[in-house]
């Protein structure tokens, strides 16, 4: 059972990368998906959520109207779109879902650095 | 936002000892469902966040019985029955009742 980012790397303020979590072993399909992030060195902070059936999606106040959840259940696969990317962005960014359940699952995390 | 608010900022625990955090909200975490989601994590040096509790007492898959938890309403803790030497990390509790969810701002474990 696991969850596998990817997509993280280096980008100019103001520019996008899409993040991807990967999942096996696991069923991704029943369950709420989340994205958290963690400054290196510092706590985590919840970023964006998203329904098993897609119809709800929620963000952070710091994320929203840049950064779009979405899921796709037959490729068992979560996105993290990230757009206008601030600096105060960078972080490590974790996915995971199944949280309220036996099976709930967190990833190893991908790291996003923000800079010109 | 909930305010989760953990106590103490570091604790020093002699191997098998026992150890307790706290985890104190600023709001009700039971939500509409009945349930209180209430949530630890553990964080070893250099690892990713692992699960240990989801709402208030149940363990998750592979985590020793040595963790427990326990509380209702805005007062939780976690508690270890023996501290091991592999359990030196930074513990953070989670609210997922209310949006944002927010987490505490971390006990260090540490053994004295």
């Known amino acids: 059972v696991q969850l596998v980012e990817s997509g993280g790397g280096l980008v100019q303020p103001g520019g996008s990368l899409r993040l991807s979590c990967a999942a096996s072993g696991f069923t991704f399909r029943t369950y709420w998906m989340h994205w958290v992030r963690q400054t290196p060195g510092k706590g985590l902070v919840w970023v964006s959520r998203i329904s098993p059936d897609v119809s709800t999606t929620t963000y952070a106040d710091s994320v929203k109207g840049r950064f779009t959840i979405s899921r796709d259940n037959a490729r068992n696969t979560l996105y993290l779109q990230m757009n206008s990317l601030r600096v105060e962005d960078t972080a490590v960014y974790f996915c995971?879902?199944?949280?309220?359940?036996?099976?709930?699952?967190w990833g190893q995390g991908t790291l996003v650095t923000v800079s010109s | 936002d909930i305010v989760m608010t953990q106590a103490p900022v570091s604790s020093p625990v002699a191997l098998g000892q026992p150890a307790s955090i706290s985890c104190r909200s600023s709001q009700s975490l039971v939500h509409s469902d009945g349930n209180t989601y209430l949530f630890w994590l553990q964080q070893r040096p250099g690892q990713p966040p692992r699960l240990l509790i989801y709402?208030?007492?149940n363990r998750f898959s592979g985590v020793p019985d040595r963790f427990s938890g326990s509380g209702a309403g805005t007062d939780f803790t976690l508690k270890i029955s023996r501290v091991e030497a592999e359990d030196v990390g930074v513990y953070y509790c989670?609210?997922?009742?209310?949006?944002?969810?927010?987490f505490g701002q971390g006990t260090k474990l540490v053994i004295k």
């Open positions: 995971a879902g199944g949280i309220a359940t036996p099976e709930g699952n």
């Open positions: 709402k208030i007492s």
């Open positions: 989670m609210q997922a009742t209310h949006i944002p969810h927010t």
